[in-house]
Structure formats: C-alpha cells, structure tokens
C-alpha cells in the first residue's frame, strides 16, 4: 500500500525558514509528478509547488522564497520555505501522481497534511 508521509510543519516566525519533507513509502511502480499544496482555514487547497519530469513550477505568491526538490533515490520531494510571511500560514499537503504496478493506471496520491504556522 502506498503511503506518502510529511514532517517538517511547525511554528515559525515571519521572515523564517521551514523545510518540509514527503516520503513516499511502499511498493509501486514508478512515481511522475511530486508536489506540495496547502489549505488555509476557509480557503480552497491550491497548487504551491510541483515537480514534473525534472520541471517546477510554482504558485506566483511563493516565487522566490520556495523551492521544491527531489531525491528521486528515497522517494522523497522537499519543500524549503524561506521569508514565510503570515499568509503562508496553512496545511501543506504532498501529492503524488503513482502508478502502482506496471500495468496499473497513475493513481493520485496525497499525504496527510502538516500545519505551518507563520506568526511572532
């Protein structure tokens, strides 16, 4: 069964930094597009961060402060959030397109979530 599992989230002030990590656990396939999303409190989620056939791209709210990186070797897509300002503040979700067998469709994957806070 395939799992993805962040860490990372926590209390920062503004003008910090947060790196947030996604593993992607068990058996599968192969894995294409990795990315981070986020939700804030009565907000839809929506698109951070995305990595696609070594090809990123970002929401234009984080450009230049975020990065999103990939270690293809450890299933594993990271999220370095740098100047996070209050309305970063959110649930940062990972998301991962997973094709479990070779003769099984991509499925959608996403994490559990992990809260950034962003406040003095």
């Known amino acids: 069964q395939v799992q993805l599992v962040e860490s990372g989230g926590g209390l920062v002030q503004p003008g910090g930094s947060l790196r947030l990590s996604c593993v992607a656990s068990g058996t599968f396939f192969s894995i294409n597009d990795m990315g981070w999303y986020r939700q804030a409190p009565g907000r839809q989620r929506e698109l951070v961060a995305v990595?696609?056939?070594?090809?990123?791209n970002y929401a234009d709210s984080v450009k230049g402060r975020f990065t999103i990186s990939r270690d293809n070797a450890k299933n594993t897509v990271y999220l370095q959030m740098n100047n996070l300002k209050p309305e970063d503040a959110a649930v940062y979700y990972c998301?991962?397109?997973?094709?479990?067998?070779?003769?099984?469709?991509?499925?959608?994957?996403w994490g559990q979530g992990t809260q950034v806070t962003v406040s003095s």
């Open positions: 990595s696609s056939s070594g090809v990123t």
């Open positions: 998301k991962a397109d997973i094709r479990p067998r070779s003769w099984t469709n991509v499925g959608v994957y």
